[in-house]
């Protein structure tokens, strides 16, 4: 079957490091997606990892171990707009399969 | 560049009533489409994909439909809505295995 395991809150300093952990089962795995969905809005795409080791993107980072079905996105230099709600999806059999978020609140 | 389009942003309907609900897409050819509902607190919940016109394939038994007409164009549809229907509505776009880009989403209410 389809899982997908990750923090429901988190809260975090400006300025900090945060990283938010998922953790996966899923059958046909083809990679992860991280999304960043602020309220009310569509989500974004922030990255993509196929395979085992560390992305990085500017402040974003994403991390995939697939033998440990498990991910992680570590957002640096926090800013008060990265407060949203950050999706882990892996890819599985051809479609996204959603965890439920976490959402991140970054504080003065 | 591509572009995706859902209208109506905001929607409220009374129990029993139909829907419909558009997406389109500019910039790409056979792309992908996906209908996505994310409850109030929930994570996004796939309703439907597509592959192709025509193409259409469910992933949830509902009282919802989608169809595909042209290449660039998917709709959802209800003959009568349900008060568990309310949601947030997102279409979505892919080429092949990429990343899924989402359109600006519809809130609809139920009444």
């Known amino acids: 079957g389809q899982n997908i395991d990750q923090p429901t809150e988190m809260t975090a300093t400006e300025g900090a490091i945060v990283q938010i952990n998922c953790t996966y089962q899923?059958?046909?795995?083809?990679?992860l997606f991280w999304y960043q969905q602020h309220a009310g809005e569509a989500p974004t795409f922030l990255s993509y990892?196929?395979?085992?080791g560390l992305e990085e993107k500017g402040r974003f980072s994403s991390f995939l171990s697939r033998s440990k079905g498990y991910s992680y996105l570590l957002l640096k230099e926090l800013q008060m707009k990265d407060s949203a709600s950050y999706l882990c999806?892996?890819?599985?059999?051809?479609?996204?399969?959603f965890g439920q978020g976490t959402e991140l609140s970054v504080k003065p | 560049s591509q572009t995706i389009h859902q209208w109506p942003a905001t929607l409220v309907q009374p129990v029993g009533s139909p829907l419909s609900l558009e997406c389109t897409v500019e910039?790409?050819?056979?792309?992908?489409l996906y209908w996505y509902r994310q409850a109030a607190g929930r994570g996004l919940q796939l309703l439907f994909y597509?592959?192709?016109?025509?193409?259409i394939s469910s992933e949830v038994p509902q009282n919802l439909s989608a169809s595909r007409p042209q290449d660039r164009q998917f709709i959802l549809s209800s003959k009568k809505l349900l008060l568990s229907d309310s949601g947030f509505y997102l279409c979505?776009?892919?080429?092949?295995?990429?990343?899924?880009?989402f359109g600006p989403g519809t809130r609809l209410t139920v009444t």
């Open positions: 979505a776009w892919s080429v092949g295995g990429d990343e899924q880009y």
């Open positions: 899923t059958s046909g795995f083809n990679g």
């Open positions: 990892n196929v395979l085992d």
């Open positions: 999806a892996p890819l599985g059999g051809g479609k996204l399969i």
């Open positions: 910039g790409t050819s056979n792309p992908n």
């Open positions: 597509s592959v192709g016109i025509g193409q």
